[in-house]
């Protein structure tokens, strides 16, 4: 459950380019099962993105010990890597930073 | 767990008025334990509010068959209406519509 210790959860954000909306949409329809697949053995579940407007609000939990290498084992899987071809070129980086193109929210609040 | 048969994920967004910013940290440090108890009584479960510059996003699921009839319940608390006359000068209502100021997104992709 969403309470239990050693669950951390992350939201970000990311713009989505306007003229690649439809594009996002259509590939978020049928993500590919190996990039699903790839996120669950990083130990990531509960992931959902939502729309608004021009940007893109991300929610996901980790239930790993090690979410830096989770995240690095992701980025290291082939099939992600062609995935992101697809993906990135909708999206507009947000923040300057080092990463993925998507910027981690600081958390206000939660109730479990 | 997330995945469960009747879970429904809701997303939001509303802004937070810059001058407001601090005060509204303050409260969400301390949220009122009768707001977090008329959630809960409403089959509100897991809810992260987040922040992004002057934009909160947040993120709650509901377990429950009726989702109107509990967030009118939240709605007629007592308790809630007077922790919203703190918490909802502090918000900018993006886009018309009726209810509260949050507007509910669209959610695009779920992985469970």
């Not at 509960?46 to 830096?68: K, P, Q, R, V, W």
């Not at 300057?96 to 600081?106: E, F, H, I, N, R």
Request: proline share 5%.
């Amino acid at each position: 459950v969403s309470d239990s210790p050693g669950v951390r959860r992350i939201g970000q954000v990311v713009g989505l380019r306007p003229e690649k909306r439809a594009e996002y949409l259509r590939l978020h329809a049928e993500v590919w099962p190996e990039v699903e697949a790839a996120l669950r053995r990083a130990n990531i579940r509960n992931y959902t993105i939502f729309l608004h407007g021009d940007l893109l609000f991300a929610y996901f939990e980790h239930t790993g010990d090690d979410l830096d290498a989770d995240l690095a084992a992701v980025a290291a899987d082939p099939v992600t890597r062609e995935w992101w071809t697809h993906t990135e070129p909708c999206q507009r980086r947000l923040t300057d930073g080092a990463g993925g193109p998507w910027t981690d929210l600081t958390e206000v609040w939660h109730l479990d």
